[in-house]
């Protein structure tokens, strides 16, 4: 009687653990989630900008160009569109502050950023246009 009161316990106690463990591996974790790209992107493009604004104060308009040749070599490479695109990313910020100073240079980062500028610094809602089918007129 003894031996299989303490078999009966250990068998209690073996089922007992067991579903415990199996309730265990039924629990749900969230995944983590890291920004880390939001974070290295602005990083790397502060590190662009930097690096051009110190290259055109040392070196002049060649300097910048230089840094913005580096930047889009992979672009330089291909094919004639994007190599267009390419040149007027390098060159149109040199040709602005060439004619009209550091507020043509401004000005022309400010054309080339208004999309960004209108969604993050312009205060309001900013509806996006959707195209929707016009209703036909009923004649009577």
Do not use: C
């Amino acid at each position: 009687m003894r031996f299989s009161g303490i078999l009966a316990a250990a068998l209690l106690s073996l089922a007992l653990s067991g579903s415990s463990a199996a309730a265990a591996t039924r629990t749900h974790h969230r995944r983590v989630v890291h920004h880390h790209h939001l974070r290295h992107s602005l990083i790397h493009k502060g590190g662009w900008t930097g690096a051009g604004l110190a290259a055109g104060h040392f070196a002049g308009p060649a300097g910048s160009a230089s840094v913005g040749a580096v930047k889009y070599r992979q672009d330089l490479k291909r094919n004639w569109h994007t190599r267009r695109r390419a040149m007027v990313k390098i060159g149109a910020p040199i040709a602005a502050g060439a004619i009209a100073g550091p507020p043509g240079v401004v000005g022309y980062e400010a054309y080339d950023h208004r999309h960004w500028i209108k969604r993050h610094l312009v205060p309001g809602k900013h509806h996006h246009r959707r195209h929707v089918v016009r209703r036909q007129r009923r004649r009577r």
